[in-house]
Structure formats: C-alpha cells, structure tokens
C-alpha cells in the first residue's frame, strides 16, 4: 500500500501549499492536532466537513478472556475514540481503489 503520514508529511504540505515558513508550517499542524486532542479529551465531537467525524464513546466493563491461557479477566470500563468517515471520504477511497483496479487488469 502506501507509507504512513506523519507530523512532518503533513507540515511539508502545509508548506508546499499555503506559502508559510517550515516552522510556521509545522506550529499550524502542531496547533490543530492539539485543538482536537484538546476537544476529544474534554468528551466533545469533532467533525471535519467532507472527512468524517471523531467522538469519544464509553464503553463499560465486561468478562474478557486471556486466549493464551483462556482464563477469564475482567476488562474495565473505558473511553475509546470512535471515527466516522464522511460519505464523500467513503466515495473517494472507493473510487481511488477502483481507478486502481482498473489499471491493473
């Protein structure tokens, strides 16, 4: 498939496409992730139009079992972080993998 996007990928883009010095770049990308962890930790839902939509979601306790020894361990309540992607995201994946697929064959 394809590489991972880093901080820094992300920062480079900025820098390519909006003009901004490599440090201006790089404090924007900082900014905004830490505007979402900031949003997402306080229990609120971020949505990015025509991308999707992150939530946090409680999800309660329950039996789990070790596979290995198959003894029974209990799994505490917890917090996990839920994405939704747009329906234009979706499409966009889906025709990307198509367009692909027909290059192949």
């Known amino acids: 498939m394809g590489d991972t996007i880093t901080r820094a990928h992300l920062s480079e883009a900025v820098y390519q496409e909006v003009g901004l010095s490599r440090n201006e770049s790089a404090d924007l990308v900082e900014r905004v992730l830490q505007e979402i962890s900031d949003c997402l930790a306080g229990g609120d839902t971020v949505k990015l139009s025509s991308f999707?939509?992150?939530?946090?979601?409680?999800?309660?306790?329950?039996?789990?079992?070790?596979?290995?020894?198959?003894?029974?361990?209990?799994?505490?309540?917890?917090?996990?972080?839920?994405?939704?992607?747009?329906?234009?995201?979706?499409?966009?994946?889906?025709?990307?993998?198509?367009?692909?697929?027909?290059?192949?064959?």
């Open 52 to 105: 999707g939509s992150f939530s946090v979601r409680q999800k309660g306790g329950r039996m789990g079992r070790n596979p290995k020894t198959g003894e029974e361990v209990p799994i505490k309540p917890r917090r996990v972080l839920v994405f939704r992607p747009s329906h234009v995201l979706k499409e966009r994946i889906n025709d990307a993998l198509s367009s692909k697929a027909a290059a192949a064959d």
